[in-house]
């Protein structure tokens, strides 16, 4: 069985600060992890997967995550802010057939 | 590459009515399917899983008579929900593994369902 818990239900941060979001996985195989952004009425767009490769894994919008074993985490991370940041931020691990869901962590970004 | 699409991307009906939302993978096959709701500021909640050609498996808790699932092609989902109440309003949104390709999935950008 697999599952993520997002830590913060809403970060908040100033625009040019580093953004830092966290995730923390359980899983009983080889995890793959991956982090999606949702805009309001939106669907969900992947910003970035981990999928047994590099560890450091870079997405989109100049997103970023580390995947760490012995820690179990995959936080997520942006060395600068934008306004148009500000979103609904998921992480989601998947053991190979199904998909599960962190509650997700809202992303506000102050001018 | 990977785009999944849904249809209609909102509809409002009136309670007791039938409606179904279709989730279709343009670019690629699918054997499997994932049906999603998200209730107002909540994370996604797996509803159901089919498979192309067979029965939808069910999350504990979700009644398999209210929403029917029907996977009839390697492109092709539906979602019915039958006798529609105002606490079936929600946000639905569908996935596609691709086929041989189980551990990513594609989402479509969901339905919005609004029942009167």
């Known amino acids: 069985a697999q599952s993520v818990t997002q830590l913060g239900s809403h970060v908040s941060v100033s625009e040019g600060a580093l953004v830092l979001l966290r995730c923390n996985y359980s899983s009983s195989v080889p995890p793959y992890l991956f982090w999606y952004v949702q805009y309001p009425n939106q669907g969900l767009q992947l910003l970035l997967k981990y999928t047994s490769a590099a560890t450091l894994v870079k997405g989109i919008n100049g997103f970023e995550a580390e995947f760490k074993k012995s820690e179990t985490s995959f936080h997520l991370t942006k060395p600068s802010a934008h306004m148009s940041d500000a979103a609904e931020y998921f992480c989601a691990v998947s053991g190979g057939n199904d998909m599960r869901f962190g509650a997700g962590t809202r992303l506000t970004v102050k001018p | 590459g990977a785009v999944v699409s849904q249809h209609p991307s909102r509809v409002i009906c009136k309670s007791g009515t039938s409606v179904k939302i279709e989730c279709r993978s343009l670019d690629f096959q699918a054997t499997t399917m994932f049906w999603y709701r998200q209730f107002p500021k909540k994370s996604l909640m797996l509803m159901a899983t089919s498979n192309e050609g067979s029965k939808a498996t069910y999350e504990q808790g979700v009644e398999k008579d209210k929403f029917l699932i029907n996977h009839a092609s390697l492109t092709l989902s539906t979602l019915t929900v039958t006798s529609a109440h105002p606490e079936d309003s929600s946000f639905y949104i569908c996935?596609?593994?691709?086929?041989?390709?189980?551990?990513?999935?594609?989402f479509g950008p969901g339905t919005r369902l609004t029942v009167t």
């Open positions: 996935s596609a593994g691709r086929t041989g390709q189980t551990y990513e999935q594609y």
